[in-house]
């Protein structure tokens, strides 16, 4: 006897595991400053997802700014601590480092920028 066939559409459907980041695998292991060790106005160097970058921490808005490059207008952005709960993109900050040249975060946008990354929709 054959056995039924079941429609297209009924079929049971795996759900495709969320990705480990390098920064959430950092974050594994042990290897991220946390965030009691963290200082208003400090440079960073770290993981944002699985991509190396360096920003800068605001601690009144628990996070980090950087400057994003990727898009047609470059700007600052700002990205939570791998440890928060959520959704979407994380920093996980390795080392405190100096700032230099290409990834300096001014005074003003450190403490102007906003939610950015919810704002261009990438959380």
Known sequence: MSR??????????????PQVTAAHQALREHKVMPLNSLHHGAYYSG?????????????E??????????MTQPG???IPHVADFGSGPRFAPLSRQEPDGKSR???????????TWNAIGRK
């Open 47 to 59: 993981l944002l997802d699985d991509a190396k970058t360096t920003s800068r921490w605001n601690a």
């Open 105 to 115: 975060v001014s005074d003003f946008a450190l403490v102007a920028t906003g939610d």
């Open 61 to 70: 808005k628990r996070r980090f700014v950087f400057w994003d490059l990727a």
């Open 76 to 78: 600052s952005k700002t």
């Open 4 to 17: 039924p066939s079941m429609p297209v559409d009924s079929r049971p459907v795996a759900k495709a595991k």
